[in-house]
């Protein structure tokens, strides 16, 4: 039979099921084997926070969708091209991300009387005509997973587990990748389970060969290689990336790293994954709750360790007393938030970006510290190390941003060779005779790190207020308002150490956006298609915010409109209008999802559209509809 | 993999000590109250410390807040003054990541018992190892006189002028029951005894903690009397001791002895009952521990102080050096070049 070969640039995938479906690992072996095949890749994982929600409702679906291309994946995909669906509910849910003509490969086998009437379904989608408008594909993944295994002594119920497999093998043929990374996989992950590795593997080239045969299968997509750096590349998704960074970092600083924690979603991950790396000598204490998780990193760095805190917004709430403390102590440490929606516990899995306010005045008194917000997956491990720098450098707790969506969405990284990544200098204290715990590096004003075990240095320190150089506690009116004063002024003076921002496009002109954190994925792609489009406008994208880099005030006033995307209601347009008296247009979501591209492109077209008003009030806010 | 923090600690001493208690009173005042049972605590340790034979600069005082919390200014070591009820889990990281230290933790009824309680119960479970001492006044001292988790029923406070309506934890039987390795109480009016109640807490690998009867002279003023006075203790509380009979009285008249589960008191002068009748202690008895502990707040049997049980356990941090050294031992030392690799890499 023949079969036709369609070249596309880029393609998402969808892959929804039930919780215990196996979503989550086949969309990333899917992606894992789109950057073996060398495209560029971007992937977001939709889960409920529910750990195994009653099989077959439409709160029980997880998904995990996927964006390949040759050029320009900053995103995981405004709309879903392909959407593999196990069962009625995941249809059903994840419809309404697919493009029309979109392909639907369905489970059919999920769409008995209980999955309809679970669903809401009054009559079988596949079969009243209400996917006219989509390329539907039915598979009966329990009957086709059976003939598949016919000459095989293998028993069902290992065969029903690899129906996630066989799916992902008929996903494999549509875009003819490889089968060999997954096989290697599975060889690794199930390594002395030879039943396994055989259910697995048959049940992969089972899908392939189930596709290829089918004679609804007429057509192969082909998406050609992107012209990456060369280089080593793997895929890795932010929380990975952060505690990679971390481990490189006190490497680089010759320091022991702990990390002291609480399990919180979405940052539990860099818990997991530090909490194995015993043979780099790494240390952690799954503390008993979030306020001891960032008491015992600060105990740890009071000993001459890299410290670090992790957690989300319910715990950042948590440490807020504690943070101060490290603030007081000039102890250096690093807080990663992995940002959800809240306030309280809001919804656990999903991804906002409104903890900026906390970030930057979460405590009580004057308390400032430096924060930064990692712009993509691969990016938080590029933060992380920045962190650690700034941490060591100045003597200070350093918040870093990341969040839900790029702490668990992945994209390839290029492996950085440890050798060429900077040495990190700590500033020990050397001199027993001269040493005061409060004497201050002039140019840097961070003060010495003297810690238990260095001879003739003893000395108290806390959170009581102490007299400047001596560190004896005081409560002088004038050596108050000083230290306040220098804290300030140690932090503010950073933006001396940082670089100055990269402006994209023209330095001056019409309209700017400016981005900050995980929208810079969605940002940057708006603006690559309206400038593809003819229109003119210029992007920025912020890393650290506090402090703001040096060239920000300048350039915000060169452009008539600044326009500020966030996943909240306006937290950084607050802070840039504050300080720097300019006006700024937001476009603010807080739906628990990433912006897409075209809710970027098209508000700041219709901003462009309305060129004439040149003068906004600062309460402008571009409103999305809540159904795009 | 050698970090900085290898190269400072393999720096040698320089010099000979012959510490004494001056060497660990660093040049400030004491801003505690005059007759503060706190500062009948500070002595002994600044005496016991010359004793331990390790320098100075390895010897970490830490505290929360509250009165307690001044104590590691008063201390010439290295301290740490934290937050309220949080000097635990500082001490815990602090040990954990550095072994080598000597970690003292002091705290009060306040900040370990209510804020810092939730620590407290998961340091004892932990066994790092720690030295805590807890100064129990019964009161909030420092916010000015409110009742605290160790006021009695009844107790009039500034908080609750009609009285306390709640009962008290008793310490040791709540660190007994967190699974504390080593559990002991003292008084601030017995020096001696309080240093070597130090002693046996740093000889003590894991978690010790030790509940000192601190008076408070401003806000609950003689509410140890009884227990700690020379002229009443003898007669209202047994000092345990390993391996010794379980007697008390000014004249060791009287002995305890068990009535199934139940201790009892029995006169040693007249009734017939004599020494070889007496429970012996042993410290390393939980069962006996949870027993004596009990006895606490009992109007018929004396308030045992001294050391309720001793035992050995591995402590969390060794454990911690334990795991990274096996793995090293099995896998390797991380390659942090195949680390950053991982499983499935591809080539551009």
Known sequence: ?628 | MKTIIDQILEKPHVGEDHLTSKDFKPDVDVRWCAGCGAISVLSPAQRLMPDLGIPKEKIVFVSGIGCSGRFPYYMDTYGFHGIHGRGLPIASGLKIARPDLSVWVVTGDGDNMSIGGNHFIHACRRNVDLNILMFNNEVYSLTKGQYSPTSHRGQITKSSPLGVLDDPFNPVALALGASATFVARGHDKDRQQLQNLLLQAYQHKGTSFIEIYTNCRIFNDGAFDQYTNADTRDDHTIFVEHGKPLVFGKTKNKGLIMDGFTPRVVALDGDGRSLNDVMVHNQNDTTLAFILANMTYSEELPRPMGVLQNIDKSSYEQQVEDQIENEIKEKGEGNLESLLQGSNYWEV
């Open chain 1, 1 to 628: 039979m023949n079969k036709v070969i369609e070249h596309l640039e880029e393609v998402t995938v969808r892959f929804a099921g039930d919780s215990g479906d196996g979503m989550q690992l086949i969309g990333t072996q899917f992606s894992d084997t789109s950057g073996f095949a060398g495209n560029e890749v971007n992937t977001f994982p939709d889960y409920p926070s529910e750990i195994r929600a009653p099989e077959g409702t439409l709160y029980g679906v997880s998904a995990f969708q996927v964006h390949f291309g040759t050029k320009n994946i900053h995103t995981p995909g405004d709309f879903v091209d392909v959407l593999v669906a196990m069962n009625a509910a995941s249809l059903k849910v994840n419809l309404p991300h697919v493009r029309e003509q979109g392909l639907l490969i369905i489970n059919s086998d999920g769409f008995d009387d209980r999955n309809l009437k679970l669903t809401g379904y009054t009559q079988n989608p596949l079969e009243d005509g209400s996917l006219a408008k989509y390329n539907v594909f039915p598979v009966d993944l329990n009957k086709e997973l059976k003939k598949a295994f016919i000459e095989l002594d293998v028993p069902s119920k290992l065969v029903q587990k690899t129906r996630n497999i066989f799916a992902l093998g008929i996903t494999y043929w549509l875009f003819n990748r490889p089968l060999e990374p997954t096989v290697s996989w599975i060889n690794k992950k199930f390594k002395g389970k030879e039943d396994i590795i055989l259910a697995n593997v048959h049940a992969l080239q089972g899908g392939w060969n189930f596709a290829e045969k089918n004679p609804d299968f007429r057509k192969q997509y082909i998406i050609d290689r992107s012209q990456l750096e060369s280089g080593k590349y793997r895929s890795i998704t932010g929380n990975q990336a952060v505690a990679l960074g971390l481990v490189v970092a006190a490497t680089k600083a010759h320091l022991p790293l702990f990390l002291g924690s609480y399990p919180i979603t979405p940052a539990t991950d860099i818990l997991h994954a530090i909490s194995g790396y015993k043979k780099y000598g790494v240390k952690h204490l799954q503390a008993e709750d979030e306020i001891a998780g960032i008491a015992s990193a600060i105990g740890a760095a009071f000993g001459g360790s890299l410290a670090v805190t992790t957690t989300s917004g319910p715990g950042l709430s948590l440490k807020s007393e504690a943070i101060g403390l490290a603030i007081m102590t000039e102890l250096p440490l690093i807080i990663v938030n992995v940002m959800r929606a809240g306030p309280s516990t809001g919804l656990p899995t999903k991804t906002e970006q409104s903890d900026l306010m906390q970030a930057m005045y979460g405590r009580h008194g004057e308390a400032p510290l430096p924060v930064l917000a990692a712009a993509s997956s691969a990016d938080c491990f590029d933060m992380t190390l920045e962190a650690a720098r700034i941490a060591l450098k100045y003597m200070t707790p350093v918040m870093l941003l990341s969040d839900g969506y790029i702490g668990q969405a992945s994209e390839p990284w290029r492996i950085p060779s440890i050798g060429q990544l900077p040495e990190i200098a700590p500033h020990f204290a050397d001199d027993s005779t001269t040493f005061k715990p409060y004497l201050r590096n002039p140019e840097t004003l961070s003060r010495l790190w003297a810690i238990p075990g260095m001879q003739g240095m003893e000395h108290r320190i806390g959170g009581l207020e102490k007299e400047d150089g001596s560190g004896v506690v005081s409560h002088d009116p004038m050596n108050h308002q000083k230290m306040v004063e220098i804290r300030q002024r140690k932090i503010d003076g950073i933006a001396n150490d940082i670089p100055d921002l990269e402006v994209f496009g023209e330095h001056e002109g019409d309209l700017l956006l400016l981005s900050w954190g995980s929208t810079y994925g969605a940002a940057k792609t708006a603006v690559e298609h309206l400038k593809a489009k003819g229109h003119n406008l210029s992007f920025a994208h912020l890393r650290y915010l506090n402090p703001f880099p040096k060239n920000l005030g300048e350039l915000l006033h060169k452009f008539d409109r600044v326009v500020i995307p966030e996943l909240n209601l306006g937290q950084l347009k607050s802070l840039i209008q504050a300080k720097y008296l300019k006006p700024v247009i937001g476009i603010n979501k807080v739906q628990g999802k990433p912006f897409k591209a075209v809710e970027l492109e098209e508000k700041l077209s219709m901003l462009i559209s309305m060129r004439d008003i040149k003068k906004w009030p600062a309460s402008s806010k571009i409103d999305l509809p809540v159904d795009l």
